[in-house]
């Protein structure tokens, strides 16, 4: 008897680029920067470099990405007011500039910031895994502003995108850096820059692959492509509870796909979100 099939589209591999044109994107770095220190009246501060410029990705994207430092001087210009949140969750606010907890210091190198924790067991929390070294990366949110990126190649033919126009939403202490898959409205890439990508348009793709075979038939049922696969009914969040198969516990903000339609991180983001907007109306 043949295996059951799912009726979801086939995922695509792990580096696929998804557009998604205005939705806030993510990067995280490993931050040599990133610090403890105590303030003169003994409260707890968190020290580093949010972003550096013109320096190319380490991370697999699918292409190397640049900030210049135009891009956060007109963020900064437009939006004072930015958030520190643990781990991306709107939930758990750390810090704003808004309140002076948070200070952003914009040099030629990079985003610096020094954040005074709240005397909260989360604060306390945050001040001691930094401490110890167990979260020792930084991520930003950001979205990128209408023909806000130019896409380009290198000598070496790879595929380069320069940030020049974003908005920073948010800074993180994030205990790695997780977000292989990038969102990104790839539609600002030139023609022949895009077809050098690896894809996965979310208004055209359909799933259908140019080699898919029929796994009803019950002649393909030993075929490799028609075995059953775990990661099919998993969705696409790659958020450290979804890696783990834990959707119900999705620490995304940004997590919007369909397998995880009732993660309570979407209830909370919708709602901070509409908050955010009240307090700074």
């Not at 990067?27 to 003994?42: E, F, I, N």
């Not at 393909?220 to 696409?236: A, L, S, T, V, W």
């Not at 790659?238 to 119900?248: M, Q, T, V």
Request: hydrophobic share 30%.
């Amino acid at each position: 008897m043949h295996k059951r099939r799912s009726t979801k589209p086939k995922r695509k591999k792990q580096h696929s680029i998804e557009i998604r044109s205005g939705q806030r994107e993510l990067r995280s770095y490993k931050s040599t920067g990133l610090s403890v220190r105590k303030a003169a009246d003994g409260s707890m501060q968190l020290v580093g470099t949010a972003i550096v410029f013109d320096s190319p990705s380490s991370q697999d994207l699918g292409f190397t990405e640049v900030v210049k430092y135009e891009a956060v001087q007109k963020s900064l210009q437009r939006n004072k007011d930015v958030f520190m949140l643990w781990q991306h969750d709107v939930s758990q606010p750390l810090a704003r500039t808004a309140t002076g907890q948070l200070q952003l210091t914009l040099t030629r190198s990079g985003l610096d910031f020094v954040a005074t924790l709240p005397k909260s067991p989360l604060g306390q929390n945050a001040w001691q895994a930094v401490s110890d070294g167990t979260v020792d990366s930084v991520s930003f949110g950001f979205s990128t502003e209408k023909n806000g990126d130019k896409w380009m190649q290198d000598s070496r033919g790879n595929v380069v995108r320069e940030l020049w126009d974003i908005n920073v939403v948010e800074i993180s202490p994030v205990t790695w850096a997780s977000y292989s898959a990038p969102h990104v409205d790839a539609r600002s890439a030139p023609a022949d820059i895009r077809t050098k990508l690896n894809l996965r348009d979310d208004d055209d793709d359909a799933g259908n692959d140019s080699d898919d075979i029929d796994c009803d038939d019950p002649d393909n049922e030993d075929n490799p492509k028609c075995q059953d696969d775990d990661d099919e009914d998993r969705c696409d969040c790659r958020c450290e509870r979804c890696a783990d198969d834990d959707c119900e516990n999705c620490t995304d903000p940004d997590c919007d796909d369909d397998d995880c339609e009732n993660c309570p991180i979407q209830t909370r983001s919708a709602h901070m979100n509409l908050l955010l907007r009240r307090l700074r109306a």
